[in-house]
């Protein structure tokens, strides 16, 4: 069964930063590209950022170019989403996915339960 565990979220003033980790179990980590996505309430479910299974290819949503970092360490079956210069219209439920490397939902067979991010001006 596939599990992914998103962790690190919280509240955080604008300016700052936060570091989101999404723990993989039950599947191939490496042969997985991994995507980040956030979903603010209201609003429908947007790419963030995608890695593919080696780590060598990243992508991010314009938003975010810059100022987030998204990373894989496929020993401990991990992929983080470093998260600087914080604004408050980064508030949003951030998801981990595993699947293809896309900026589609509809690309990515599996997902965490999210963690919430809260960015206060």
């Known amino acids: 069964q596939v599990q992914l565990a998103e962790s690190g979220g919280g509240l955080v003033q604008a300016g700052g930063s936060l570091r989101l980790s999404c723990a993989a179990s039950g599947l191939t980590f490496s042969r997985y590209a991994m995507g980040w996505f956030r979903q603010a309430p209201g609003k429908e479910r947007e790419f963030v950022a995608s890695i593919s299974g080696s780590g060598a290819t990243t992508a991010s949503a314009d938003s975010v170019k810059g100022r987030f970092t998204i990373s894989r360490d496929n020993a401990k079956n991990t992929v983080y989403l470093q998260m600087n210069s914080l604004k408050p219209e980064d508030t949003a439920v951030y998801y981990c996915?595993?699947?293809?490397?896309?900026?589609?939902?509809?690309?990515?067979?599996?997902w965490g339960q999210g963690t919430q991010v809260t960015v206060s001006s």
């Open positions: 996915a595993a699947g293809l490397r896309s900026r589609q939902p509809y690309d990515y067979d599996h």
